[in-house]
Each structure stands twice: as structure tokens, then as C-alpha cells.
């Protein structure tokens, strides 16, 4: 059975996709090592200083779900991990004893500053040329 072109084409470019995030997601996770994180860490702590303006502002867990790629299990795990480590809080939700609420923590808000222009740093080496190969 012969392959449609355009089909091959596509199945190409998702394939490109995904080897151009693995590896830009290891270069991440290469670059925050040495501070205790991985890409993952990096990406919750990123989207919690993005979206809380003042320090003791919360995110609902919930709210974080559906803007990571990690199933709610490993989400509730990572959260977990950072909270262990003093990098957010966590506390249930008064109205709703179901939800649960997460903050930045100062120490984490001062490690996501710190470690930022490392993690910038890998995605413009990585996806800066728009069109162009990333470099190996």
C-alpha cells in the first residue's frame, strides 16, 4: 500500500515536533540541574510567577493542570516535591474543600529568577532560529 504523500509529510513534521521538544526539554532539564530543578519544576514555578503578580497571591491546582503536559497525579506529585523544598505552598480551597490552592513561596520566586536566563537561554539556542534546525 502505497503512503500519501501529504500524510507522510505531516507524520514527518509531527515527528520533527516531538524530537525538537524531547530534546529541548533534556538541554532544560541539563541546564537546571545544578539548581535542584528539572524542566518540569521549572515550567510550574514559570507559569505560577507569570500568573501571581504579589507574593502570597494563589493559582488553583486545578488551573495548572490543563497548562502543564504531566497527568493530575504527577502534577499533585511535583507540587508536592516543590512544597518539600520550600518553593510553594499549598492550602484547600474554603469555599470548594476539594480544590487546593498553590503560592510561590520568596524562596521559590527568588530560585525562578535566578534560574530564568538558563532556562531562556536553552529555548533561544534551541527554537531561536525560527525555520532552522536547533543545534545539537
Known amino acids: 500500500m502505497a503512503?500519501?504523500?501529504?500524510d507522510?509529510?505531516?507524520?514527518?513534521?509531527?515527528?520533527?515536533?516531538?524530537?525538537?521538544h524531547a530534546?529541548?526539554?533534556?538541554?532544560?532539564?541539563?541546564?537546571?540541574?545544578?539548581?535542584?530543578l528539572g524542566a518540569s519544576d521549572f515550567e510550574v514555578l514559570d507559569l505560577l510567577a507569570a500568573d501571581l503578580g504579589e507574593e502570597g497571591e494563589q493559582c488553583r491546582v486545578q488551573n495548572l493542570a490543563g497548562r502543564v503536559h504531566l497527568s493530575q497525579s504527577a502534577l499533585s506529585r511535583l507540587i508536592g516535591r516543590l512544597e518539600k523544598e520550600g518553593l510553594v505552598e499549598r492550602s484547600v480551597c474554603a469555599e470548594d474543600r476539594r480544590g487546593?490552592?498553590?503560592?510561590?513561596?520568596r524562596k521559590g520566586r527568588d530560585l525562578h529568577a535566578e534560574v530564568l536566563p538558563l532556562q531562556r537561554s536553552v529555548l533561544e539556542r534551541m527554537l531561536g532560529g525560527a525555520g532552522q534546525e536547533p543545534s545539537a
Open 100 to 105: 487546593v490552592w498553590v503560592s510561590l513561596t
Open 3 to 6: 503512503v500519501n504523500t501529504a
Open 8 to 20: 507522510a509529510r505531516l507524520e514527518e513534521r509531527w515527528r520533527d515536533i516531538l524530537s525538537v
Open 23 to 36: 530534546r529541548t526539554m533534556c538541554e532544560i532539564d541539563r541546564a537546571l540541574h545544578p539548581h535542584g
